[in-house]
């Protein structure tokens, strides 16, 4: 069996480059709300992506503490990623910057 794990160096390039996530979001007794989205990551930086306050998918997020998200590769060789972690914050989306 050979070792598919990514170093933390490889891991960080893989979920900068450009791809459509799945993201899980905790939906009290519910199963958990999973949507995709697109999202911007910078190696070392925090993960973002910009939805409206009134979805279902905002709404949850002023509810909860985490959430996963998951990334991959539609071509062989298949390859994924995924992560977890606190909500860092919400805030008011900068359109024209987030938008590039």
């Known amino acids: 069996m050979s070792d598919t794990r ?3 160096a490889e891991r960080e390039a893989f979920l900068a480059d450009v791809r459509v996530g799945v993201l899980s979001i905790a939906d009290g007794a519910r199963g958990p ?3 995709p989205v697109w999202y911007g990551y910078e190696p070392g ?3 973002w992506f910009v939805t409206d306050r009134d979805s279902r998918k ?3 997020l002023l509810l909860v ?3 996963s998200l998951c990334v991959q590769t539609e071509t062989p060789p ?3 990623l ?3 972690g606190p909500i860092a914050g919400i ?3 900068d359109l024209e910057r987030h938008r590039r």
């Open 6 to 8: 990514m170093t933390r």
């Open 33 to 35: 709300l999973t949507v």
């Open 45 to 47: 930086g925090e993960l």
């Open 58 to 60: 905002g709404k949850l």
């Open 65 to 67: 503490d985490r959430i």
């Open 78 to 80: 298949y390859k994924y």
């Open 82 to 84: 995924s992560v977890e």
């Open 91 to 93: 805030e008011i989306a």
